[in-house]
């Protein structure tokens, strides 16, 4: 099994909802996606991907999606006051945790074709 990794970094804002630490208010993080894919032999060219097919892809889908923009529930009461005012937003049909938020990155990853581990 042949394995390359590749890290994104990117940031963004969330609260989460129905949680009662400090998370219940509009804060940033700085985020990494650690993408790791897998083949089971290499391609004609001696790689499992090419690295930047991962970077023009993933990394540009988190850019273009996720990156300086509030991920929030689409049920968060702070959401039609952020669109009144044109903040950036991904909304998320469950609570914007880092779980979640990796778990929709592995599923853009794996929806772009890519053998996800």
Request: aromatic share 8%; proline share 4%; charged share 25%.
């Amino acid at each position: 099994m042949y394995l390359v990794t590749r890290e994104i970094h990117f940031c963004y804002g969330h609260r989460l909802l129905n949680y009662e630490g400090k998370c219940r208010h509009l804060h940033g993080h700085n985020g990494k996606a650690v993408i790791t894919l897998a083949a089971s032999k290499l391609d004609h060219r001696g790689m499992v991907l090419d690295f930047t097919d991962i970077k023009q892809r993933v990394a540009g889908w988190i850019d273009e999606h996720l990156d300086h923009r509030m991920i929030l529930h689409r049920d968060d009461p702070v959401v039609p006051l952020l669109q009144q005012v044109e903040e950036p937003l991904y909304l998320l049909d469950q609570n914007p945790t880092a779980e979640n938020i990796a778990h929709l990155i592995y599923q853009v990853t794996r929806d772009f074709g890519f053998p996800v581990v």
